[in-house]
Each structure stands twice: as C-alpha cells, then as structure tokens.
C-alpha cells in the first residue's frame, strides 16, 4: 500500500457520507480531483478538505430529504390533509356553536331563562363564530380551488384559522395550563393542515390540487355530520339526564350509547376515506397524522403527573421549557424522521423491484 | 432556479464553462485563475454547485473521458445556463457601475485611492 491508496481510501470515507445518488453521480469524478489537488505526500484529507466535504455531503443529504418531499404523492397527501383537515376543523370549530344551541334550546324546552346560559360559561362571541368561518372559506377555498391564487387564498385563510386555534387554546394558559395542553393535539392539528396548505402553493399543482376533490371528501362530510351528531347526543344527554335529574324521564346511558356509535361510525368513515386514496398517498398520511398522534399520547401518559399536581395548587403550575420543547419539538421530529423513515423504505422496495425484475428477465427464456 | 441573485460559486463555475467545456479540477484552476487567485474552491464545494446547476439545467455532461484509470467528465454550458449568465453580469455590471459612479461623486478614483 503506498500514502496515494491510503488517501484514496480517506477520501472515499469522508464521500461515504453523502447520500448514495451523489456517489453515483460524482464519487469516482470527485476522488480524481481530490487526489489531483493533494499536496505531494500528503497522506490524509486535510481538515479543510474534511470540513468542506462533511458540509456539502450535510447538505446534499437535506437537499436529498426536501426533494423527495416535493415528489407527487407528498403533494396529493398534503392536498388530502388540508381538505380533510379544514372538514374536520369545521366541524370541531362548529361544536361550541352546537352545545350553545343544545344548551338553549334544552333551557327553553323546560320554560327556563336561556340567559343563564352564559353563567353556566357558554357564550356566543366574535371567537367562537371566526373560527367555524375561517375553517369554512378555507374549504370554500380549496373547492374553488383552479388557479395558483386560489391556493394562496386558502394558504392565507388556513395560517389564520390555525391562528385562531392557537389564540384561543394560548387565552386558557393563564388560568389552566393543564387545559391547553389537552388541546395541544387540536392546536398541533391546525398547524399541520396550515404548513400543508402553504406548501402546496409552490410548485406545479398536482392531479388533486387542481380543484378536483380528493377522492373520499363525501364520507368526510359525512363523517364530521356523525362526529356532530354525536357531540349533540352527548351534550343532550349531559343536559337533559345528568345536570337536571327531575327531568330525568329515561335512561341517561341511551344517548351516550347513540353518541358513541356516531362517533365510531364517523372514525370508520375517515378510515375507510384514507383507504380510498393510493397506496404512496395512504403512506404519506399516516405520516401526517402521526404528528397529532404523538402529542394525543404524549399528553395524557408523558404529561399525567403535570396534569394531576396542575390542578393540586390555587395558582397553575407553568409548563416548563423542558416540556414546551417536548410538546413542540416532538411532533416536528416524529414528522421529518417518519418521512425519512417512508423515503428510505420506499428506494429499498424499489431496489427490491427493479431486482426481480432484473431476475424475471435474466430467467426467461 | 430563482431569477434572483446568483451565489459566487455558481456564477464563477459557468463563468469557467463559457469559455469552453471543462472537466472538475480545471473549472477549480480557471476560477482561481480568474479571481487572481483568490478563490480556490474544494471539491465539495465545487461538486454541490454543479449537481445543483445540472439539476436546474444550467449546465450538461459534454463528453467523458478515462485519464490515467480515472474518469474524467467534462461539463458544458446550456442555452438556459448562457442566458442566466448573461442576465447575472448585466445586473452585476450595473450594479459595478452605480458603485463606480458614486465613488467618483466623492473623489475617489475608480480601482482605489483618492482621484
């Protein structure tokens, strides 16, 4: 072995880290320039060399991962998302409207003041009415959805409803921390839908990013119709059973039995809605919904002792940086690693693909 | 690519291929020729750029070549990479010369010291 095979060899360690379609392209070219511009003598990459290969293979790995973020079924997962999403939202964002309502007309029907409503903490403001309609002219948006504009529109529309999500779970902080953090995954939801929305802007609107709705909208709809029907059933039965027991006429356990089957049948819908798109895309949004996933979890069994001592004291106890960054970071990392982890898995079917292939061709005769 | 401003490596690794189609460690010798010297850029570096301006179709394989068991690629400029270098050293012309006229609005001779 002479000091030029024990350069070489340096060289192609430090090339090893770029991502294997550079070293395809550009290994055997860049040794080559690498040796020519070595000092005589030299035996090993010097640290400059090393910084600036580590750097550049650092970034075309990165570049790598965001590239293949911009491949069509990404596009059409995160058109399904902000559809869906926005769906859904609207119907979570209708549900104050709809317990109100129940609330009212639960009052009027037993010839009470409906005004006491408000004590008992269900108020019809300027917040519980922007929300519903932001969600909606964010669907009203993506179905009139044909032309780069329109998605911006929606893009801008779906950044400020996740706002309002945001403002309104941050406006509990103060007197329940605890509070917030229950509806973290709500928060973390509409932030997802609208990071999905603004990344559809660029680049060429795919298939179902051109106003076609992505295939399985209906039982969505459908779904979040039952996911109301359901929140009515169960505020019914909280007002008509529980809080008011002389009223009392049947058993208070029929009506959350209702509740419950609506909510199961509209979980089977939005299931059988993911199944009905393509298997890449089907993938992708299992991807997504992890995310939500995580901080749904994370919460109840990560954040169980914060919850329980939170609610011990007369003053809240804060959420600490510590656990702010679990609650921001963790949905962020699972994100890009479960992307990575699909991209990784997916080159290593094809490669698998493309070998039987290879072995089909080589055996027939 | 953006329309926006060009980053130097780029705009010096097409100004290296204008003249004539070039394999990697003569692009390296051109562009430090071409700034006297004052850019040596590593292979990294070097190779980043021309994956990204292959990618956006700035520049292609001209031909390969095996010298001494090593291969040899040479890059050629395209029509898309020639007019982007060309809207690149209009804008870098009038920027120069704004710079060129305000200096000599205060006294200061072009290339240095005072007029």
């Known amino acids: ?365 | 690519m953006s329309d926006g401003s060009m980053r130097e490596p780029t705009f010096l690794v097409l100004t290296a291929l204008a003249s004539e189609p070039q394999h990697g460690y003569a692009v390296i010798e051109d562009i430090a020729r071409i700034t006297d010297g004052r850019v040596r850029m590593r292979a990294g570096t070097l190779y980043a750029a021309l994956d990204r301006l292959r990618t956006d179709g700035l520049i292609e394989v001209d031909r390969e070549e095996v010298v001494q068991s090593r291969l040899r690629r040479y890059y050629r400029l395209t029509g898309v990479g020639e007019r982007r270098l060309a809207t690149e050293t209009h804008r870098l012309r009038q920027q120069a010369g704004v710079a060129e006229r305000r200096l000599q609005g205060r006294g200061i001779a072009y290339g240095g010291g005072p007029a």
């Open chain 1, 1 to 365: 072995m002479n000091t030029h095979d024990g350069l070489e060899r340096g060289y192609r360690r430090l090339l090893a880290v770029y991502p294997w379609q550079h070293r395809r392209s550009y290994e055997e070219e860049m040794v080559g320039v690498l040796l020519s511009e070595a000092e005589p003598g030299q035996r090993r990459p010097r640290p400059a060399e090393v910084a600036d290969l580590l750097a550049a293979a650092t970034a075309a790995r990165f570049r790598g991962a965001a590239g293949g973020l911009r491949d069509e079924a990404w596009r059409q997962a995160a058109s399904v998302v902000v559809y869906f999403g926005a769906i859904l939202m609207l119907g979570v964002s209708l549900r104050p409207l709809l317990n109100e309502a129940a609330a009212r007309i639960s009052f009027d029907a037993r010839g009470l003041d409906s005004t006491t409503v408000y004590a008992s903490g269900f108020v019809l403001d300027v917040e519980s009415l922007l929300r519903p309609a932001l969600w909606a002219l964010v669907v009203a948006a993506l179905v009139l959805h044909r032309r780069r504009f329109a998605a911006g529109a929606a893009a801008v529309l779906a950044v400020l409803a996740a706002t309002a999500e945001i403002t309104r779970v941050a406006g509990w902080y103060a007197e329940s921390p605890s509070r917030v953090l229950q509806s973290f995954w709500l928060v973390t939801g509409a932030t997802l839908i609208a990071v999905a929305a603004v990344w559809l802007i660029g680049g060429v609107p795919g298939s179902q990013t051109r106003g076609a709705l992505p295939r399985g909208t209906a039982l969505v709809v459908v779904a979040v119709v039952l996911i109301l029907a359901g929140g009515v059933a169960d505020i019914a039965q909280r007002w008509w059973f529980s809080d008011w027991s002389f009223v009392m006429t049947t058993d208070g356990g029929f009506m959350v039995r209702i509740a419950a089957l609506l909510f199961l049948a509209a979980a089977v819908l939005l299931m059988i809605a993911g199944a009905l798109q393509g298997a890449p895309v089907r993938r992708r949004l299992v991807v997504f919904g992890l995310p939500v996933a995580v901080v749904a979890l994370m919460v109840p069994y990560g954040f169980a002792g914060f919850m329980f001592s939170s609610q011990q004291f007369a003053t809240p106890i804060p959420v600490n940086p510590l656990q702010w960054t679990l609650l921001i970071g963790g949905p962020a990392v699972t994100f890009v690693v479960a992307a990575l982890a699909l991209q990784r898995r997916e080159r290593h079917l094809r490669w698998i693909a493309l070998g039987q292939a290879a072995d089909g061709s080589v055996k027939a005769p």
